[in-house]
């Protein structure tokens, strides 16, 4: 499978990345931790090499399953780790934003420890936090960086302004922004700009938290603690839309001998500023799925645009 690399860090990655969220539990209605380990050890059997993963996931826990999960495959070297740091919660799991210098200091230490490892390959800011000046929250990360803990840096949730003030004050390798075929308001500003200015990108909720894999119907019920039960994306007539898109897009994929998820991972890839695109897995046979991408391509330069008329053409 083709290697790209994440803008101008050294770092080398397959153009899928697994996302580990779900691992947590937290905001998907609970998590097992074994199936979280075996969608891991799946993935990079079958050839991804980068695992994003972030300390408020399941507080601490999806970090923690993707540290046990390496050290029992022993291959840390072989993976580009990407986690993040700059929310804080409380013992009640009220999450906030900080990205104060102390704040960032203290992280990388429990990141490392979770993790296992004594450096993190793309360290990111989660979010921006409007209560900290740039110039400190990049200082700190520049710190990290030349001390040799962390070998990129990135963002998450910026724009571009966000991205201007933040690159003075260190290097920014990556963003980490929403896209799908669903959700593509970043393809109007935010890759462009990270093409021209050689910032590598790792697009999340590939799959609009599992809407393109087909597996939903209009009957679909979600449990407690999953953010889907609340999202407005899973209820009335929007939710209605995106399945009958869901459905367009099943009957295409099959005709190329693919599932409309392969068809969802593979159109993200193949978008112009999309470096790596994270794909979600709660267990191993999720991974497997979309780790078929990696070994089998089914859409050509003329599917994507008959792809993206079907979008078109249904959601408004
Ligand atoms: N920076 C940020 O603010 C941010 C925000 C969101 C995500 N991310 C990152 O991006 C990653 C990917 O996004 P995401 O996990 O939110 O959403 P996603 O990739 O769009 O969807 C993942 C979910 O879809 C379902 N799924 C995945 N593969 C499947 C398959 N083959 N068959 C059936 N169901 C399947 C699973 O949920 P169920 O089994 O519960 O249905 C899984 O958790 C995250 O894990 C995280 O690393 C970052």
Redesign the pocket.
């Known amino acids: 499978m083709e290697i790209r690399t994440l803008g101008s860090s050294m770092l080398k990655v397959t153009p899928i990345g697994l996302?580990?969220?779900?691992m947590g539990g937290w905001m998907?209605?609970g998590a097992e931790e074994q199936d979280g380990i075996d969608a891991i050890k799946i993935s990079v059997e079958r050839g991804i090499t980068l695992i994003?993963?972030?300390p408020v996931?399941g507080f601490g826990k999806s970090e923690t399953i993707v540290g046990k999960a390496l050290k029992e495959l022993g291959c840390r070297e072989k993976i580009i780790l990407a986690t993040?740091c700059g929310l804080e919660w409380d013992d009640n799991e009220r999450v906030r934003r900080n990205c104060g210098k102390q704040r960032i200091l203290q992280e990388i230490n429990d990141s490392l420890r979770r993790l296992q490892t004594d450096y993190i390959d793309l360290y990111?800011v989660?979010?921006p936090d409007k209560y900290t000046p740039f110039e400190e929250t990049m200082g700190a990360m520049r710190e990290l960086y030349d001390a040799g803990k962390i070998r990129a840096i990135g963002v998450?949730?910026y724009s571009v302004e966000q991205i201007e003030a933040s690159a003075q004050f260190a290097p920014l390798h990556t963003l980490?922004p929403?896209f799908?075929l669903f959700e593509q308001d970043t393809a109007k500003e935010l890759l462009p700009y990270c093409v021209k200015h050689t910032i590598g990108t790792l697009t999340?909720?590939?799959?609009?938290?599992?809407l393109?894999?087909g597996?939903f119907t209009a009957k679909s019920q979600f449990s407690k603690g999953?953010l889907r039960k609340s999202d407005p994306k899973f209820k009335g007539e929007r939710f209605q839309m995106y399945l009958k898109a869901v459905d367009a897009l099943k009957k295409f994929a099959q005709s190329k001998g693919s599932t409309v998820?392969q068809l969802a991972i593979e159109w993200a890839f193949n978008q112009n500023g999309v470096t790596c695109t994270?794909?979600?897995?709660?267990n191993a046979?999720?991974a497997a799925?979309?780790c078929s991408v990696l070994e089998k391509q089914c859409f050509s330069a003329d599917d994507f645009i008959e792809i993206d008329k079907i979008v078109n053409t249904i959601i408004k």
């Open positions: 996302g580990t969220w779900v998907w209605g994003d993963t972030a996931y993040k990111q989660h979010w998450s949730n980490q929403p799908n999340y909720s590939t799959l609009c938290s599992g393109l894999t597996k999953d998820g994270l794909v979600g897995a709660r046979a999720q799925a979309n």
